[in-house]
C-alpha cells in the first residue's frame, strides 16, 4: 500500500497554528514521525491565503527535507502553485492535484510528462463531481486521454474517484467501489486514491468507519491512500489485510511492520 502521510496541512488547527508562528520544529517533527512510521509520501498542504501559499509551501518543503528524504506530495488546489512547489523538492514525488476542471490537466501534464513525478488525478470536471459511477467514468477516460496524449504512463496515476460522506449516500459507498473496479480492470497498472477520512465525516466513531473503508475499498482496488500513517490501528489493519489478498508472500511485510513498531503492541 502506498501511503501518502496527510498530517503538514494547514487545514489542521495545531498545524495552521504552527505555521503561524513559524514553529519549525513542530513541523520537522511531523516530517520525522510520519517517515518513521514507513510512509511513501509526505503531503505537504499550506492552506493560507493565497497571496503566500508558494512562500509557505516552500518553508515547509525545505523543513520537511531538512530532516527526511521521504519524497514530498506537492498538495494545493492551485495546480499552478503545485506546479511551482515541484521546484522546490529534491526529489520527484507525487502532484497532488489534478482533474478536468478548467485547464488543469493542459497545464500539469505537458510539464510534468517527462519527469518522474506521480500526478494524483480527481473525477471531477467543470460539472462538478458526478453524481453516479457511470459518469465518473466518463470523466475518467477523458483524463485518460489526455495521459495518453502527453504519453503519461498509468503506473504514474493516483485515481482519486472522491470518496463522499457516507451519511448522506443513500448506497453505503457501492458507487465509489464500483468506480474502483471498473478503473483497476481497465488498467491494471494505474494507482487508485483517496482520503480515508473523507466517508466518516459527521459520523461518531471516526476511526471505525475510516478502517471499515480502506479495508473494503482494498479489495476493490485501493492501492494508494492518504491518512495518518500514526494510527497504528489502521496500519495494522492495511498490512493484515495486504496478506490476507496474497500480497504478502509468507506474510514478510507484515511481521517486518510489527517488529518496526508500526502497528501492534511493540515499540
Known amino acids: 500500500m502506498i501511503i501518502i502521510a496527510e498530517k503538514i496541512n494547514g487545514s489542521i488547527p495545531s498545524v495552521a497554528k504552527a505555521i503561524a508562528a513559524k514553529d519549525a520544529d513542530f513541523i520537522k517533527n511531523l516530517a520525522k514521525v510520519q517517515t518513521e512510521a514507513q510512509a511513501t509520501f509526505l503531503d505537504v498542504c499550506a492552506s493560507v491565503d493565497t497571496e503566500i501559499e508558494l ?6 518543503i525545505d523543513l520537511v527535507q531538512g530532516v527526511s528524504d521521504t519524497p514530498i506530495a506537492v498538495d494545493s488546489p492551485d495546480a499552478r502553485i503545485c506546479l511551482e512547489a515541484t521546484k522546490f523538492c529534491n526529489k520527484p514525488g507525487l502532484f497532488n492535484s489534478v482533474s478536468m476542471e478548467g485547464d488543469k490537466v493542459d497545464v500539469v501534464f505537458p510539464a510534468i ?12 470536471d467543470d460539472t462538478g463531481i458526478p453524481k453516479t459511477a457511470e459518469k465518473r467514468l466518463e ?129
Not at 510528462?113 to 471531477?124: G, P, R
Open 113 to 124: 510528462a517527462d519527469s518522474k513525478w506521480d500526478i494524483v488525478a480527481l473525477l471531477c
Open 55 to 60: 512562500e509557505t509551501m516552500k518553508w515547509l
Open 139 to 267: 470523466v475518467f477516460a477523458a483524463l485518460m486521454e489526455k495521459a495518453k496524449e502527453f504519453k503519461i504512463d498509468p503506473s504514474r496515476l493516483h485515481i482519486d474517484p472522491l470518496v463522499e460522506m457516507l451519511c448522506t449516500s443513500e448506497d453505503g459507498i457501492n458507487m465509489i467501489i464500483e468506480v474502483m473496479k471498473k478503473i483497476k480492470e481497465q488498467y491494471p497498472t494505474i494507482h487508485v486514491t483517496g482520503a480515508a477520512s473523507n466517508v466518516s465525516f459527521n459520523l461518531p466513531s471516526r476511526k471505525t468507519v475510516n478502517q471499515a473503508f480502506v479495508v473494503m475499498a482494498m479489495n476493490a482496488g485501493l492501492d494508494s491512500v492518504i491518512l495518518d500513517p500514526l494510527n497504528r490501528d489502521m496500519m495494522g489493519l492495511i498490512y493484515a489485510t495486504e496478506a490476507l489478498m496474497g500480497n504478502d508472500e509468507f506474510c514478510i511485510e507484515y511481521i517486518n511492520a510489527y517488529r518496526d513498531g508500526i502497528f501492534g503492541t511493540q515499540k
